[in-house]
């Protein structure tokens, strides 16, 4: 079962990303951010680009760009920082599929793609083990952290999780850290390690679970 990004206090950080939009959305009477899938409703523009008056629907994008570890303020903002986090979005979904283009605008393509990775960042590995990757983008390098949760009390289960990384677009992996595994109510961020726009990153591991989600990785970053 897929679940939302895990989220140690030492995984926390301010994460944002502007979108600006040529077309106005009518936005929603409450201040707080939507969900991503928000970004597809009619809510917001169907091409969200830099200058845009919609507060909420670039809010809503900066608040999912977050997730992903985008260092960014969300201040209803769409301009040059959250323009080179979106092309860097773009380039990471470029590598995966050639048709998502790299303009900085968040069209329904860089839409979906956002929606894909949000909602991919960790999986459950059943047995009260989960795994989560931060990208931490920064324009073309940065650093990178896959964080590997314990959150069974029993004591009983072992997570055990490791990165591997691809410099051709997922067609060939590599294991670039050593194993770590939890065990009892644990919670660890681990594997820093060096990330830029021409590679893609995953978390992978294994538990007690017979069944893994996704072949026991997250999607790729």
Request: aromatic letters at 6%.
């Amino acid at each position: 079962m897929k679940s939302r990004l895990l989220r140690p206090v030492t995984v926390l950080a301010t994460l944002a990303m502007c979108g600006t939009g040529l077309v106005l959305g009518v936005a929603p009477a409450q201040a707080d951010p939507g969900t991503v899938e928000a970004l597809q409703g009619a809510e917001c523009p169907p091409n969200i680009t830099q200058g845009s008056t919609n507060t909420w629907c670039v809010d809503t994008l900066q608040y999912a760009l977050q997730t992903l570890g985008f260092t960014l303020q969300m201040d209803g903002q769409f301009g040059p920082q959250t323009v080179a986090a979106v092309k860097w979005v773009q380039t990471k979904a470029h590598l995966q599929s050639s048709s998502v283009g790299i303009d900085g605008q968040v069209g329904p393509v860089t839409k979906a793609w956002l929606v894909h990775f949000v909602e991919n960042r960790s999986i459950d590995l059943g047995q009260g083990c989960g795994l989560g990757l931060v990208a931490w983008p920064n324009s073309g390098s940065g650093t990178a952290q896959a964080t590997i949760s314990e959150y069974d009390t029993s004591g009983n289960d072992h997570c055990t999780g490791y990165l591997e990384r691809s410099t051709d677009g997922g067609k060939n992996w590599n294991t670039v850290s050593s194993e770590h595994t939890e065990s009892g109510t644990q919670s660890v961020t681990t594997y820093a390690y060096a990330d830029n726009s021409g590679e893609l990153d995953k978390v992978c591991g294994q538990s007690v679970s017979t069944t893994l989600v996704n072949g026991g990785c997250t999607d790729a970053f």
